[in-house]
């Protein structure tokens, strides 16, 4: 190649350099005017389009109802930051070890029916609690207090909040309701370790479920009854809105207990329990199914991937969603007293409790379930 195409190429190459230069800066002071001339979209709106907050103005009465069902559901993680702070302070040692002792090997009150209190279980503060969904009792039969009464709570939901709303205290009426009867809502023993959590359930009546817990309570005399929530942490991992999926053929524990102290069961079912939460897709065969139900065999719970609305959004959060709970009360199912029940005789009472829950879902759906996806589902 001569010296004279070289130099002519460089020469080129110079020239659209610059061009391509002037060309980059002028594109670039034209998108810096644009940007310049049109208005960035505002925070608020953006937020707006994903979030439906909480209006400023709403009455005071809802606020309470709000901030009460925020405080229950914070209450175990309030106790555990309260428990931690006060340990760190070394004064405090000697009392916090002396409660610790009291609670792990003295104070029995889980096993022996808790310390009911009537006037914490009455206190308007769970009013507001039970009107935030709003939660209500529908009693179907008189159920006289010279005996005891095994309730059973379908379905579970998420947490059972219509549960502790109707039988952990007052605020549906459960005591004018059925009077001389005496609630105790059951909860797993392992929410007994809790520091200040325990107490506060105990002063409302839940006891432990385990079957010492029960045989205690029912033998405490006529008019004493428990709750338990039959499906458990199984059942909770079918927790979805529109359906009612329960985990009760193979639940025949509450039966035999019933039967071997004579106490009468009670169907109850909440509707609206499922559908106060929104649950992760999770079906049988999904690897979180497995996952969530190798976490139950290995710790006794299972943790439910849900979410609910937020404290000042509607969108998302966990605490639940303002939907109606009604829990229904059925008629009682007598049962004879045999200390060695056969499997037949269990299973026979088993079949009247179902058929009994069969019949309270099929009088209320239309009424209470009207946006079910479908019907009563006895999975397990």
Not at 221 to 240: D, N, Q
Not at 343 to 363: D, K, M, P
Request: hydrophobic share 40%; charged share 20%; glycine share 6%.
């Amino acid at each position: 190649m001569s010296p004279m195409s070289t130099t002519t190429e460089q020469g080129l190459n110079a020239k659209l350099t610059a061009a391509s230069r002037s060309l980059s800066a002028s594109s670039l002071r034209g998108k810096l005017s644009e940007l310049a001339t049109t208005p960035l979209k505002p925070v608020k709106d953006t937020l707006k389009a994903h979030f439906d907050f909480v209006p400023s103005q709403i009455p005071t009465e809802r606020r309470l109802q709000t901030l009460a069902v925020t405080l229950w559901s914070l209450l175990i993680w309030g106790s555990i930051t309260l428990w931690v702070y006060l340990c760190s302070y070394p004064a405090l040692w000697p009392l916090l070890l002396a409660y610790l002792i009291w609670i792990h090997y003295i104070d029995k009150a889980s096993v022996h029916g808790a310390r009911p209190s009537p006037w914490f279980r009455r206190i308007s503060w769970w009013r507001y609690f039970a009107n935030y969904y709003p939660a209500s009792l529908l009693k179907e039969a008189d159920l006289p207090a010279d005996r005891n009464y095994v309730f059973g709570y379908h379905p579970h939901g998420i947490i059972g909040m219509g549960a502790f709303a109707t039988f952990a205290t007052e605020a549906t009426g459960f005591s004018k309701a059925f009077p001389g009867i005496i609630p105790h809502l059951l909860t797993l023993a392992s929410n007994f370790k809790m520091p200040f959590y325990r107490d506060v359930a105990l002063a409302l009546g839940v006891s432990s479920v385990s079957k010492r817990s029960c045989i205690n309570i029912l033998k405490s005399g006529p008019g004493h009854s428990i709750t338990i929530v039959v499906g458990g942490a199984a059942e909770s991992l079918s927790a979805h809105p529109g359906t009612a999926d329960l985990t009760l053929r193979r639940r025949l524990g509450f039966i035999k207990i019933a039967i071997q102290h004579g106490a009468d069961l009670v169907p109850v079912f909440s509707f609206g329990e499922n559908d106060i939460f929104q649950q992760m897709p999770n079906e049988r065969g999904t690897a979180i199914f497995s996952i969530q139900k190798k976490f139950q065999s290995v710790f006794g719970f299972t943790l439910p991937l849900f979410h609910g609305r937020g404290m000042l959004n509607y969108s998302t959060g966990l605490l639940p969603y303002r939907r109606r709970i009604v829990v229904v009360t059925g008629r009682p199912i007598h049962v004879t007293k045999y200390e060695k029940p056969d499997i037949e005789e269990v299973r026979r009472i088993q079949n009247l409790y179902i058929a009994e829950l069969t019949r309270i879902w099929e009088t209320y759906k239309n009424e209470f379930a009207k946006a079910r996806k479908r019907e009563l589902n006895i999975i397990d």
